[in-house]
């Protein structure tokens, strides 16, 4: 898992600490400390797998002494009824990290699974398709590794790696040309700006300007050629706003570089994963 470690772990100790709190009252009172068993981590629908070695490592912290077996590696896909996974040791914490496993792992494969639908809707045109910054609160590492487990690309991680002037930048700063002169005098030079823009006039206003990357909101793919003619290799082009699975396609036509999908994490649906008890 691309992800520095520690912040996993962060992200694993408060999950699991929201869910047990001072004890999984259920299942202490049901099974002794020397019971032991095994849960197997069950498909019930298609998709592609994200997130094991996150689910690895929740269980690990209930217990060095938990035995794991996958079945599955990441970015494969599954179908309904397929075993992912395999804990086998002591009830008792097997079924204490059950749902904090599952609601990471149902996630993550969703979101890598929806990610692979669109780039492969996209695969015979010279794009990427990116996500955006529209994640879950605290989970916007992990939600964006599952993005690049489906075979997406990440767009900016934060506020702070990329410069990008949106519409309330162009408004606060009066213009394209205002809001880029002043990032290019303050940032270095080896840093890109982009820029967003929802007409024609803005296209040429922010060619005008130096754009590194031209972001065309929410246009239409006619206006979009219009504007990757204008543009002619001078800027790199991003399409963003609205996108969906059945009009990706047509975008991606337009001879966009790319394809940002903010459905890609803030309004998937978790795939079904359930655990059960042998």
Not at 124 to 131: H, M, Q, S, W
Not at 239 to 246: E, K, V
Request: some cysteine.
């Amino acid at each position: 898992m691309d992800i520095n470690p520690l912040i996993c772990r962060d992200i694993v100790e408060r999950a699991l600490v929201e869910d047990i709190g001072s004890g999984d009252i259920t299942t202490l009172n049901i099974f002794g400390n020397d019971h032991a068993g095994s849960g197997l981590i069950i498909a019930k629908e298609k998709g592609i797998i994200a997130g094991l070695p996150l689910i690895k490592m929740i269980f690990k912290t209930l217990g060095d002494d938990l035995k794991w077996d996958q079945f599955s590696n990441e970015g494969d896909q599954f179908r309904s009824g397929d075993v992912i996974a395999e804990i086998r040791g002591k009830m008792q914490r097997i079924l204490t990290g059950e749902r904090v496993a599952l609601n990471f792992l149902q996630r993550l494969s969703a979101i890598a699974t929806i990610t692979r639908a669109y780039v492969e809707k996209t695969a015979k045109y010279d794009c990427l398709v990116l996500d955006t910054r529209k994640t879950t609160p605290g989970l916007r590492v992990l939600e964006k590794y599952a993005v690049r487990v489906g075979g997406g690309v990440n767009h900016r991680l934060g506020l702070y790696d990329a410069a990008l002037v949106k519409d309330n930048h162009i408004r606060g700063a009066g213009s394209i040309k205002n809001a880029v002169t002043g990032l290019r005098k303050k940032l270095p030079m080896t840093a890109k700006i982009e820029v967003e823009v929802e007409n024609i006039n803005q296209v040429r206003e922010a060619l005008e300007a130096g754009a590194d990357i031209i972001m065309l909101d929410n246009m239409p793919p006619g206006t979009m050629k219009e504007a990757v003619g204008l543009i002619d290799g001078k800027a790199l082009v991003e399409a963003s706003g609205n996108i969906t699975l059945d009009n990706v396609e047509s975008v991606a036509e337009t001879g966009v570089d790319y394809i940002s999908v903010g459905a890609l994490t803030h309004s998937v649906r978790s795939l079904d994963i359930s655990m059960e008890i042998r």
